[in-house]
Protein backbone atom coordinates (compact mmCIF):
# COMPACT_ATOMS: atom_id res chain seq x y z
CA UNK A 1 0.00 0.00 0.00
CA UNK A 2 1.36 3.58 -1.26
CA UNK A 3 -0.21 6.53 0.66
CA UNK A 4 0.53 9.61 -2.02
CA UNK A 5 0.39 12.57 0.81
CA UNK A 6 -0.43 15.19 -1.88
CA UNK A 7 -3.63 13.26 -2.30
CA UNK A 8 -6.30 16.04 -2.10
CA UNK A 9 -8.56 13.47 -0.63
CA UNK A 10 -6.82 12.62 2.29
CA UNK A 11 -7.88 16.16 4.00
CA UNK A 12 -11.75 15.13 3.85
CA UNK A 13 -11.08 11.69 4.34
CA UNK A 14 -12.54 10.82 7.67
CA UNK A 15 -9.89 9.78 10.48
CA UNK A 16 -11.66 6.14 10.90
CA UNK A 17 -11.36 5.83 7.01
CA UNK A 18 -8.11 6.69 6.85
CA UNK A 19 -6.68 4.38 9.79
CA UNK A 20 -8.71 1.25 7.72
CA UNK A 21 -6.73 2.18 4.08
CA UNK A 22 -3.14 2.43 6.17
CA UNK A 23 -4.28 -1.28 8.16
CA UNK A 24 -1.91 -2.72 10.97
CA UNK A 25 1.09 -4.27 9.38
CA UNK A 26 3.48 -1.59 7.36
CA UNK A 27 2.42 1.10 4.60
CA UNK A 28 4.76 3.17 2.18
CA UNK A 29 4.10 6.55 2.56
CA UNK A 30 4.97 8.72 -0.80
CA UNK A 31 6.99 12.55 -0.23
CA UNK A 32 6.26 13.89 -2.94
CA UNK A 33 9.53 16.39 -4.40
CA UNK A 34 7.41 18.54 -7.74
CA UNK A 35 9.88 21.64 -8.13
CA UNK A 36 12.55 19.03 -9.29
CA UNK A 37 12.72 19.43 -13.25
CA UNK A 38 9.41 21.54 -13.15
CA UNK A 39 11.09 24.80 -11.50
CA UNK A 40 13.09 27.69 -12.80
CA UNK A 41 13.75 28.59 -9.18
CA UNK A 42 16.10 27.59 -6.34
CA UNK A 43 13.60 29.13 -3.89
CA UNK A 44 10.55 26.43 -4.47
CA UNK A 45 13.33 23.51 -4.67
CA UNK A 46 14.56 24.25 -1.28
CA UNK A 47 11.12 24.10 -0.03
CA UNK A 48 10.49 21.03 -1.16
CA UNK A 49 13.48 19.44 0.54
CA UNK A 50 12.55 21.48 4.04
CA UNK A 51 9.09 20.38 3.54
CA UNK A 52 10.56 16.45 3.12
CA UNK A 53 12.66 16.59 6.08
CA UNK A 54 10.15 18.08 8.25
CA UNK A 55 7.64 15.11 7.89
CA UNK A 56 10.34 12.36 7.49
CA UNK A 57 11.79 13.47 10.71
CA UNK A 58 8.09 13.79 12.15
CA UNK A 59 7.35 10.11 10.87
CA UNK A 60 10.84 8.69 12.17
CA UNK A 61 10.47 10.55 15.50
CA UNK A 62 7.48 8.74 16.41
CA UNK A 63 7.18 5.42 14.34
CA UNK A 64 9.64 2.49 13.19
CA UNK A 65 10.55 3.60 9.42
CA UNK A 66 12.48 0.94 8.40
CA UNK A 67 13.54 1.93 4.61
CA UNK A 68 13.57 5.72 3.24
CA UNK A 69 14.77 6.04 -0.40
CA UNK A 70 14.52 8.63 -3.04
CA UNK A 71 12.60 7.06 -6.30
CA UNK A 72 12.91 9.06 -9.55
CA UNK A 73 10.58 7.47 -12.09
CA UNK A 74 7.28 7.41 -10.42
CA UNK A 75 6.42 10.63 -11.53
CA UNK A 76 7.55 13.20 -13.92
CA UNK A 77 9.48 14.46 -10.29
CA UNK A 78 11.43 12.77 -7.50
CA UNK A 79 9.98 11.25 -4.73
CA UNK A 80 10.55 9.28 -1.08
CA UNK A 81 8.72 6.41 -0.41
CA UNK A 82 9.08 5.83 3.33
CA UNK A 83 8.31 2.58 4.66
CA UNK A 84 6.51 2.72 8.05
CA UNK A 85 5.93 -0.85 10.21
CA UNK A 86 4.32 -1.79 13.58
CA UNK A 87 2.44 1.75 13.67
CA UNK A 88 -1.23 2.38 15.66
CA UNK A 89 -2.86 3.34 13.38
CA UNK A 90 -4.83 5.84 14.74
CA UNK A 91 -1.47 7.81 15.82
CA UNK A 92 -0.30 7.39 12.40
CA UNK A 93 -4.12 8.48 11.18
CA UNK A 94 -3.58 11.94 13.01
CA UNK A 95 0.03 12.69 12.15
CA UNK A 96 -0.61 12.31 8.86
CA UNK A 97 -3.79 14.83 8.86
CA UNK A 98 -1.44 17.15 9.73
CA UNK A 99 1.43 16.81 7.94
CA UNK A 100 -0.43 17.06 4.45
CA UNK A 101 -0.14 20.68 4.84
CA UNK A 102 2.91 20.25 3.40
CA UNK A 103 2.51 19.12 -0.04
CA UNK A 104 -0.89 20.93 -0.40
CA UNK A 105 -3.21 23.72 0.47
CA UNK A 106 -7.01 23.69 2.06
CA UNK A 107 -9.60 23.29 0.21
CA UNK A 108 -12.09 24.61 2.95
CA UNK A 109 -12.12 27.85 4.62
CA UNK A 110 -11.87 26.15 8.56
CA UNK A 111 -8.61 24.37 7.72
CA UNK A 112 -6.72 27.84 6.91
CA UNK A 113 -5.63 28.38 10.89
CA UNK A 114 -4.13 24.89 10.86
CA UNK A 115 -2.45 25.17 7.68
CA UNK A 116 -1.24 28.54 9.11
CA UNK A 117 0.34 26.96 12.06
CA UNK A 118 2.00 23.91 10.39
CA UNK A 119 3.54 27.13 8.21
CA UNK A 120 4.90 28.46 11.25
CA UNK A 121 6.88 25.13 12.76
CA UNK A 122 7.83 24.53 9.20
CA UNK A 123 9.92 28.16 9.41
CA UNK A 124 10.84 27.36 13.37
CA UNK A 125 12.28 23.99 11.85
CA UNK A 126 14.22 25.73 9.02
CA UNK A 127 15.86 28.28 11.52
CA UNK A 128 16.83 25.26 14.10
CA UNK A 129 17.85 22.61 11.19
CA UNK A 130 21.82 22.95 11.73
CA UNK A 131 21.30 22.18 15.26
CA UNK A 132 18.98 19.39 15.29
CA UNK A 133 19.98 15.56 16.04
CA UNK A 134 18.11 14.27 12.55
CA UNK A 135 17.66 10.84 11.95
CA UNK A 136 17.79 11.09 8.12
CA UNK A 137 20.36 13.50 7.85
CA UNK A 138 20.67 13.30 3.88
CA UNK A 139 17.48 14.89 3.16
CA UNK A 140 18.13 18.05 4.87
CA UNK A 141 22.34 18.12 3.11
CA UNK A 142 20.01 18.26 -0.17
CA UNK A 143 17.99 21.65 1.47
CA UNK A 144 21.54 22.70 2.13
CA UNK A 145 23.30 21.85 -1.30
CA UNK A 146 20.28 23.91 -3.09
CA UNK A 147 20.31 26.74 -0.64
CA UNK A 148 24.14 27.51 -0.86
CA UNK A 149 24.38 26.81 -4.89
CA UNK A 150 21.03 28.12 -6.33
CA UNK A 151 19.14 30.16 -3.73
CA UNK A 152 21.56 32.21 -2.36
CA UNK A 153 21.71 33.76 -5.91
CA UNK A 154 17.97 34.08 -5.99
CA UNK A 155 17.68 36.40 -2.94
CA UNK A 156 19.42 39.85 -1.36
CA UNK A 157 22.74 39.68 0.14
CA UNK A 158 21.14 41.55 3.20
CA UNK A 159 18.86 38.44 3.87
CA UNK A 160 21.90 35.87 3.26
CA UNK A 161 24.32 38.40 5.06
CA UNK A 162 24.30 36.98 8.99
CA UNK A 163 23.61 33.39 7.75
CA UNK A 164 27.21 34.07 5.80
CA UNK A 165 28.90 35.32 9.18
CA UNK A 166 27.36 32.62 11.14
CA UNK A 167 28.44 29.83 8.21
CA UNK A 168 32.08 31.22 6.93
CA UNK A 169 32.03 27.81 4.93
CA UNK A 170 28.86 28.68 2.57
CA UNK A 171 30.87 31.71 1.02
CA UNK A 172 33.16 29.15 -0.56
CA UNK A 173 30.25 27.22 -1.69
CA UNK A 174 30.72 24.27 1.00
CA UNK A 175 27.93 23.10 3.57
CA UNK A 176 28.33 21.41 7.13
CA UNK A 177 26.77 18.21 6.96
CA UNK A 178 23.90 17.40 8.99
CA UNK A 179 25.08 14.37 10.68
CA UNK A 180 27.36 16.22 12.33
CA UNK A 181 25.21 18.57 13.87
CA UNK A 182 26.41 19.09 17.45
CA UNK A 183 29.92 17.74 16.94
CA UNK A 184 33.16 19.64 16.92
CA UNK A 185 34.64 17.84 14.19
CA UNK A 186 32.42 18.62 11.15
CA UNK A 187 32.58 17.19 7.12
CA UNK A 188 32.06 19.78 4.76
CA UNK A 189 30.42 19.40 1.51
CA UNK A 190 30.31 20.98 -2.08
CA UNK A 191 28.13 19.65 -5.21
CA UNK A 192 31.59 17.89 -6.04
CA UNK A 193 34.21 18.17 -3.48
CA UNK A 194 34.03 16.84 0.03
CA UNK A 195 36.40 18.34 3.15
CA UNK A 196 37.69 15.87 6.14
CA UNK A 197 39.25 16.37 8.95
CA UNK A 198 41.67 13.92 9.50
CA UNK A 199 40.38 13.75 13.33
CA UNK A 200 37.41 11.74 11.24
CA UNK A 201 37.84 8.25 9.05
CA UNK A 202 37.42 8.62 5.32
CA UNK A 203 36.29 5.05 5.50
CA UNK A 204 33.58 6.13 7.88
CA UNK A 205 32.51 9.31 5.58
CA UNK A 206 32.19 6.97 2.70
CA UNK A 207 30.46 4.48 4.77
CA UNK A 208 27.98 6.57 5.68
CA UNK A 209 27.01 7.48 1.95
CA UNK A 210 26.74 3.56 1.09
CA UNK A 211 29.33 2.62 0.01
CA UNK A 212 29.64 -0.92 0.88
CA UNK A 213 33.41 -1.66 0.65
CA UNK A 214 36.51 -0.16 2.25
CA UNK A 215 37.29 2.05 -0.29
CA UNK A 216 40.72 1.28 -2.58
CA UNK A 217 43.67 4.37 -2.74
CA UNK A 218 45.98 4.49 -5.27
CA UNK A 219 49.56 6.74 -4.16
CA UNK A 220 49.54 9.12 -7.22
CA UNK A 221 51.56 12.17 -8.31
CA UNK A 222 50.50 15.75 -8.70
CA UNK A 223 51.66 17.43 -11.70
CA UNK A 224 51.04 20.81 -13.90
CA UNK A 225 51.83 20.24 -17.08
CA UNK A 226 50.41 22.34 -20.19
CA UNK A 227 48.64 24.31 -18.30
CA UNK A 228 46.85 21.22 -16.95
CA UNK A 229 46.94 19.86 -13.24
CA UNK A 230 46.91 16.18 -13.11
CA UNK A 231 47.65 12.95 -10.96
CA UNK A 232 49.16 10.31 -12.35
CA UNK A 233 49.27 6.39 -10.63
CA UNK A 234 49.80 3.06 -11.99
CA UNK A 235 46.28 3.31 -13.69
CA UNK A 236 46.75 6.20 -15.83
CA UNK A 237 46.43 9.77 -15.91
CA UNK A 238 43.41 11.93 -14.24
CA UNK A 239 42.92 15.44 -14.69
CA UNK A 240 42.23 17.55 -11.83
CA UNK A 241 40.24 21.07 -11.14
CA UNK A 242 42.73 22.79 -9.90
CA UNK A 243 40.78 25.97 -9.02
CA UNK A 244 37.94 23.67 -6.81
CA UNK A 245 41.35 21.91 -5.10
CA UNK A 246 42.79 25.70 -3.81
CA UNK A 247 38.71 26.70 -3.00
CA UNK A 248 38.83 23.63 -0.88
CA UNK A 249 41.75 24.58 1.15
CA UNK A 250 40.63 28.20 1.34
CA UNK A 251 37.55 27.00 3.25
CA UNK A 252 38.76 24.49 5.81
CA UNK A 253 41.56 26.86 6.74
CA UNK A 254 39.13 29.52 7.57
CA UNK A 255 36.62 27.32 8.65
CA UNK A 256 39.25 25.60 11.06
CA UNK A 257 40.70 28.91 12.42
CA UNK A 258 39.39 31.15 15.31
CA UNK A 259 37.59 33.97 14.04
CA UNK A 260 38.89 36.01 17.18
CA UNK A 261 42.46 36.09 16.68
CA UNK A 262 44.53 37.46 14.05
CA UNK A 263 46.85 35.32 11.75
CA UNK A 264 47.82 35.76 7.64
CA UNK A 265 45.38 33.99 5.77
CA UNK A 266 46.33 31.01 3.48
CA UNK A 267 49.52 30.26 5.69
CA UNK A 268 48.32 26.64 5.26
CA UNK A 269 50.93 25.64 8.09
CA UNK A 270 53.06 24.13 5.60
CA UNK A 271 51.01 22.06 4.69
CA UNK A 272 50.27 22.57 1.10
CA UNK A 273 52.65 24.66 -1.89
CA UNK A 274 54.62 25.44 1.22
CA UNK A 275 58.03 24.16 0.87
CA UNK A 276 60.29 26.65 2.26
CA UNK A 277 64.28 25.95 3.10
CA UNK A 278 64.11 28.61 5.45
CA UNK A 279 61.15 27.20 7.51
CA UNK A 280 63.68 23.72 7.20
CA UNK A 281 66.19 25.48 8.84
CA UNK A 282 64.36 27.19 11.67
CA UNK A 283 62.60 23.60 12.31
CA UNK A 284 66.31 22.01 12.56
CA UNK A 285 67.62 24.94 14.89
CA UNK A 286 64.45 25.27 16.74
CA UNK A 287 62.52 22.13 16.71
CA UNK A 288 60.55 22.64 19.85
CA UNK A 289 59.41 26.48 18.31
CA UNK A 290 58.76 25.73 15.05
CA UNK A 291 56.21 23.82 13.55
CA UNK A 292 57.52 20.90 11.92
CA UNK A 293 56.64 21.19 7.93
CA UNK A 294 54.20 19.01 6.20
CA UNK A 295 53.81 17.82 3.30
CA UNK A 296 50.44 16.72 0.94
CA UNK A 297 49.48 13.53 -0.31
CA UNK A 298 47.39 12.86 -3.63
CA UNK A 299 46.05 9.60 -3.94
CA UNK A 300 43.48 7.99 -6.58
CA UNK A 301 40.46 5.42 -6.45
CA UNK A 302 41.38 2.47 -7.99
CA UNK A 303 37.73 2.81 -10.00
CA UNK A 304 39.32 6.73 -11.21
CA UNK A 305 35.39 8.45 -9.83
CA UNK A 306 37.59 10.50 -7.12
CA UNK A 307 40.66 11.70 -6.00
CA UNK A 308 42.09 12.53 -2.52
CA UNK A 309 44.26 15.20 -1.55
CA UNK A 310 45.43 14.46 1.83
CA UNK A 311 47.32 17.19 4.07
CA UNK A 312 47.92 17.79 7.94
CA UNK A 313 44.80 18.96 8.56
CA UNK A 314 42.05 17.72 6.58
CA UNK A 315 41.90 15.49 3.53
CA UNK A 316 39.89 16.82 0.24
CA UNK A 317 38.19 14.49 -1.83
CA UNK A 318 37.37 15.63 -5.63
CA UNK A 319 34.82 14.25 -7.44
CA UNK A 320 34.68 16.58 -10.42
CA UNK A 321 37.55 14.64 -12.03
CA UNK A 322 38.22 13.35 -15.69
CA UNK A 323 40.58 10.35 -16.63
CA UNK A 324 42.60 11.79 -19.50
CA UNK A 325 41.54 8.78 -22.29
CA UNK A 326 44.09 7.05 -24.77
CA UNK A 327 46.32 9.14 -27.03
CA UNK A 328 45.72 12.13 -24.79
CA UNK A 329 46.74 10.14 -21.83
CA UNK A 330 50.06 8.58 -23.65
CA UNK A 331 51.17 12.28 -23.98
CA UNK A 332 51.26 12.74 -20.35
CA UNK A 333 52.83 10.23 -19.47
CA UNK A 334 55.97 10.42 -21.90
CA UNK A 335 56.16 14.19 -21.22
CA UNK A 336 56.38 12.78 -17.61
CA UNK A 337 58.83 10.21 -18.38
CA UNK A 338 61.10 12.87 -19.80
CA UNK A 339 60.50 15.06 -16.45
CA UNK A 340 61.80 12.56 -13.93
CA UNK A 341 64.45 10.45 -16.75
CA UNK A 342 67.05 10.72 -14.18
CA UNK A 343 65.21 9.36 -11.30
CA UNK A 344 64.71 5.59 -10.55
CA UNK A 345 61.28 5.65 -9.23
CA UNK A 346 58.64 4.75 -11.91
CA UNK A 347 55.21 6.34 -11.82
CA UNK A 348 53.97 3.13 -14.29
CA UNK A 349 54.60 -0.03 -12.80
CA UNK A 350 54.09 -3.87 -13.97
CA UNK A 351 51.79 -5.39 -12.38
CA UNK A 352 52.36 -8.61 -10.16
CA UNK A 353 49.91 -10.53 -11.66
CA UNK A 354 49.63 -12.55 -15.20
CA UNK A 355 46.45 -13.72 -16.60
CA UNK A 356 46.35 -16.91 -18.63
CA UNK A 357 43.68 -15.41 -20.86
CA UNK A 358 43.57 -18.57 -22.86
CA UNK A 359 41.89 -20.49 -20.25
CA UNK A 360 38.80 -18.45 -20.27
CA UNK A 361 35.80 -18.14 -22.56
CA UNK A 362 33.20 -15.20 -22.67
CA UNK A 363 31.16 -16.05 -20.11
CA UNK A 364 33.80 -16.39 -17.26
CA UNK A 365 35.71 -13.34 -18.68
CA UNK A 366 32.05 -11.68 -18.56
CA UNK A 367 31.81 -12.77 -14.82
CA UNK A 368 35.21 -11.35 -14.18
CA UNK A 369 34.01 -7.67 -15.60
CA UNK A 370 31.06 -8.29 -13.50
CA UNK A 371 33.11 -8.08 -10.32
CA UNK A 372 34.93 -5.67 -11.03
CA UNK A 373 32.05 -3.63 -11.59
CA UNK A 374 30.75 -5.05 -8.28
CA UNK A 375 33.39 -3.69 -6.27
CA UNK A 376 33.69 -0.33 -8.03
CA UNK A 377 33.09 2.61 -5.46
CA UNK A 378 31.60 4.56 -8.79
CA UNK A 379 28.93 2.31 -9.17
CA UNK A 380 25.59 0.81 -6.95
CA UNK A 381 25.87 -2.54 -7.04
CA UNK A 382 22.34 -3.13 -5.92
CA UNK A 383 21.80 -1.90 -9.89
CA UNK A 384 24.24 -4.34 -11.84
CA UNK A 385 22.50 -6.89 -13.95
CA UNK A 386 23.96 -9.16 -16.07
CA UNK A 387 22.08 -9.36 -19.61
CA UNK A 388 21.88 -13.53 -19.89
CA UNK A 389 24.69 -15.93 -21.05
CA UNK A 390 27.28 -14.18 -23.19
CA UNK A 391 26.55 -14.09 -26.70
CA UNK A 392 23.02 -13.85 -26.30
CA UNK A 393 20.45 -11.67 -28.10
CA UNK A 394 21.22 -8.86 -25.52
CA UNK A 395 21.82 -6.42 -27.54
CA UNK A 396 24.73 -4.83 -27.43
CA UNK A 397 24.49 -5.10 -23.54
CA UNK A 398 26.43 -7.28 -21.45
CA UNK A 399 25.63 -5.75 -18.06
CA UNK A 400 23.62 -2.64 -17.10
CA UNK A 401 24.42 -0.51 -14.27
CA UNK A 402 23.78 2.42 -12.48
CA UNK A 403 25.94 5.28 -10.95
CA UNK A 404 25.67 6.64 -6.96
CA UNK A 405 23.54 9.18 -6.82
CA UNK A 406 25.74 12.31 -6.09
CA UNK A 407 24.66 15.61 -4.86
CA UNK A 408 21.29 14.86 -5.79
CA UNK A 409 21.60 14.33 -9.13
CA UNK A 410 19.59 11.54 -10.60
CA UNK A 411 21.77 8.13 -10.98
CA UNK A 412 23.51 7.45 -14.87
CA UNK A 413 22.65 4.64 -16.79
CA UNK A 414 25.71 2.69 -18.07
CA UNK A 415 26.01 -0.08 -20.36
CA UNK A 416 29.23 -2.36 -20.05
CA UNK A 417 30.09 -4.22 -23.32
CA UNK A 418 32.87 -7.39 -22.55
CA UNK A 419 35.06 -8.56 -25.03
CA UNK A 420 37.63 -11.12 -24.63
CA UNK A 421 40.25 -11.70 -27.26
CA UNK A 422 44.05 -13.28 -28.01
CA UNK A 423 46.10 -11.23 -25.48
CA UNK A 424 48.34 -9.83 -27.93
CA UNK A 425 45.85 -8.76 -30.31
CA UNK A 426 43.71 -5.20 -30.00
CA UNK A 427 40.17 -4.02 -29.89
CA UNK A 428 39.21 -1.60 -32.50
CA UNK A 429 36.43 -0.25 -33.94
CA UNK A 430 34.63 -3.49 -35.94
CA UNK A 431 34.86 -5.82 -32.84
CA UNK A 432 32.20 -3.38 -31.06
CA UNK A 433 29.57 -2.48 -33.39
CA UNK A 434 27.51 0.70 -33.55
CA UNK A 435 28.21 2.55 -30.12
CA UNK A 436 25.96 5.29 -30.59
CA UNK A 437 22.79 3.19 -31.24
CA UNK A 438 23.36 1.16 -28.08
CA UNK A 439 23.23 3.72 -26.19
CA UNK A 440 20.80 5.23 -27.99
CA UNK A 441 18.42 2.35 -28.17
CA UNK A 442 18.46 2.04 -23.85
CA UNK A 443 18.72 5.67 -23.11
CA UNK A 444 22.49 5.15 -21.68
CA UNK A 445 24.20 8.15 -20.00
CA UNK A 446 27.36 6.37 -19.87
CA UNK A 447 29.78 3.44 -22.11
CA UNK A 448 32.01 1.19 -20.57
CA UNK A 449 34.09 -1.43 -22.67
CA UNK A 450 36.32 -4.37 -21.07
CA UNK A 451 38.83 -6.04 -22.27
CA UNK A 452 41.28 -8.36 -21.85
CA UNK A 453 43.71 -6.81 -24.45
CA UNK A 454 44.96 -3.28 -26.31
CA UNK A 455 42.27 -1.55 -27.44
CA UNK A 456 43.53 0.58 -30.71
CA UNK A 457 43.90 4.20 -30.86
CA UNK A 458 41.20 4.43 -33.72
CA UNK A 459 38.74 2.92 -30.74
CA UNK A 460 40.00 5.51 -28.15
CA UNK A 461 39.43 8.60 -30.78
CA UNK A 462 35.89 7.00 -31.71
CA UNK A 463 34.79 6.63 -28.05
CA UNK A 464 36.28 10.21 -27.18
CA UNK A 465 34.20 11.50 -29.96
CA UNK A 466 31.06 10.09 -28.87
CA UNK A 467 31.56 11.25 -25.03
CA UNK A 468 31.73 14.35 -26.77
CA UNK A 469 29.11 14.92 -29.19
CA UNK A 470 26.80 12.72 -27.20
CA UNK A 471 27.86 14.19 -23.52
CA UNK A 472 28.14 10.50 -22.20
CA UNK A 473 30.83 9.27 -19.89
CA UNK A 474 32.75 6.55 -21.58
CA UNK A 475 34.74 4.32 -19.38
CA UNK A 476 37.29 1.65 -20.80
CA UNK A 477 39.59 -1.23 -18.73
CA UNK A 478 41.49 -3.10 -21.04
CA UNK A 479 43.83 -6.13 -20.26
CA UNK A 480 46.47 -4.12 -17.95
CA UNK A 481 43.87 -2.37 -16.01
CA UNK A 482 42.03 -5.50 -15.72
CA UNK A 483 45.35 -7.22 -14.26
CA UNK A 484 46.09 -4.45 -11.97
CA UNK A 485 42.72 -4.48 -10.15
CA UNK A 486 43.27 -8.79 -9.82
CA UNK A 487 46.33 -8.14 -8.27
CA UNK A 488 44.89 -6.55 -6.04
CA UNK A 489 42.16 -8.52 -4.70
CA UNK A 490 43.58 -12.14 -3.37
CA UNK A 491 40.44 -13.36 -3.06
CA UNK A 492 39.60 -12.94 -6.72
CA UNK A 493 42.67 -14.44 -7.65
CA UNK A 494 41.78 -17.51 -5.51
CA UNK A 495 38.12 -17.85 -7.19
CA UNK A 496 39.38 -17.50 -10.86
CA UNK A 497 42.73 -19.55 -10.01
CA UNK A 498 45.09 -16.95 -10.95
CA UNK A 499 48.51 -17.15 -9.90
Excluded at 195 to 219: A, C, K, M, R
Aim: hydrophobic share 35%; with cysteine.
Amino acid sequence: MIIELDDEELQVMPVAELENLLGRDQVTLQIPLPSINSTNSYLDIIWDYLDASFVIEALSSRFSVTKLSKVWDVKHYPVYHLKVEGFNSTDLSLLLKTLIWSFQSPLDQELETDYVNYREEINKYEERVTELRLNHPDVIDDYLANLINGAYYELDYEVIADQLRQFPERQYGYFSGSKYNNSEEKVLYSTSSWIIPVSISIDEVFGGHQYEDQISLLPSHLLMINQKTVAISELGVIELPMGQLLQAIACYEEFSHSRDEYRHKLSLDGSFFQHSPEMNNLYGRYPDLVRKPNLYQVFTSEFSDFCVVSTSSAQIVLFDIEQVKGNESKKFIDATKQLLSSLEDELVVDPDVYVDWSRFDDELFEQICYDIIYHSSKFDRNTIRKMGKSRSRDGGRDIVVFTRPIAAEKPKKYIFQCKLSGRESSINTSNVGSVSDVIDQYGAEGYGLMCNCYIDSTLFDRLDGISSSRRVEVETWSGFEIERFLSRRPALKQRYEIT
